[in-house]
């Protein structure tokens, strides 16, 4: 997997069930971790690791993330004239000119693997990053994408971001056996698809993060629904583990789990820290002051 690493995929089809009633009206991805939505935390994770392709695959009612890196001709022309330049910066460079999204509309939601696949046009057949953005993952080097996409280089081979998490926990996760080739890195022998704590072979959890290679999605087209009736993306690999090397890896960094309105709400108090202007009040508020 020489090929550099241009292309992501963003699975952004859910419904957003635990933000009801907000994601009635906004995309759980839009959920702002102070003025920066979720997806853009993921988008410049994705352009950090050399991606100028976005793929977001989405469903036919969610508009907002298209509006969102569209230009706002009407926003920027008042910005303009009323001369708050930082302002239309900040609108204007969500995205940088370099780069173009694509979007894809999954027409119904048969999991995670199946999402991926809807991208299989787009994508074809090279190397593609996915990025699930409910896991927000925060360091202050290179992103988590950027580092599995320079190991994948490296290794030519694909690569999983994994966590360890507590073993009660594994039944929430797809989890791996692997065989460890350096402090981060262990090559996969076996994936698992939410096990039992009793039956898991460890407590390595597959996050939100994947670097794989064109080929999975043939693997993906073959794949029969397995857990909660969907397509699992784990069992796909699972299947490419046969055929070729893949890694698991132990990205730097620090993961919130957006997904759930505990893991917003750390996100959202750990970036009001990291903001001079905020962190002393932030501070203060936690404190009871």
């Not at 036919?60 to 969102?68: E, G, L, N, T, V």
């Not at 569209?70 to 302002?87: M, T, V």
């Not at 991208?119 to 580092?147: C, M, R, Y």
Request: negative net charge; proline residues 6%.
């Amino acid at each position: 997997m020489t090929q550099r690493l241009r292309k992501v995929v963003f699975p952004v089809a859910g419904l957003g069930t635990r933000f009801l009633p907000a994601t009635k009206v906004v995309a759980k991805e839009m959920l702002p971790v102070l003025d920066r939505p979720l997806i853009q935390y993921a988008v410049d994770e994705a352009v950090d690791a050399g991606a100028d392709t976005l793929i977001f695959v989405t469903n036919r009612y969610k508009h907002a993330i298209a509006d969102y890196f569209d230009k706002a001709y009407e926003l920027e022309q008042k910005l303009e004239a009323a001369g708050k330049k930082e302002l239309l910066s900040l609108v204007q460079n969500v995205l940088p000119k370099n780069v173009r999204c694509v979007f894809v509309t999954q027409p119904e939601a048969l999991g995670l693997g199946h999402a991926v696949l809807c991208a299989k046009p787009v994508v074809g057949n090279e190397p593609f990053g996915v990025i699930l953005p409910d896991d927000l993952i925060w360091n202050t080097g290179a992103s988590a994408l950027k580092q599995m996409a320079d190991l994948a280089a490296f290794e030519n081979s694909g690569v999983i971001a994994v966590e360890e998490v507590p073993r009660e926990q594994t039944n929430k996760y797809g989890i791996v056996d692997a065989t460890p080739i350096n402090d981060r890195a262990a090559l996969i022998k076996l994936m698992v698809e939410k096990p039992k704590p009793e039956d898991a072979p460890s407590n390595l959890a597959v996050v939100g993060r994947y670097v794989l290679p064109g080929r999975i999605f043939s693997l993906l087209e073959s794949t029969k629904p397995g857990a909660g009736g969907e397509i699992q993306l784990t069992d796909a690999i699972d299947a490419l583990l046969k055929q070729e090397r893949v890694l698991a890896y132990r990205f730097e960094g620090e993961r919130f789990d957006c997904g759930n309105k505990l893991g917003l709400v750390k996100a959202t108090m750990h970036f009001a820290l990291q903001d001079p202007a905020l962190a002393e009040a932030t501070r203060e508020f936690v404190a009871g002051k």
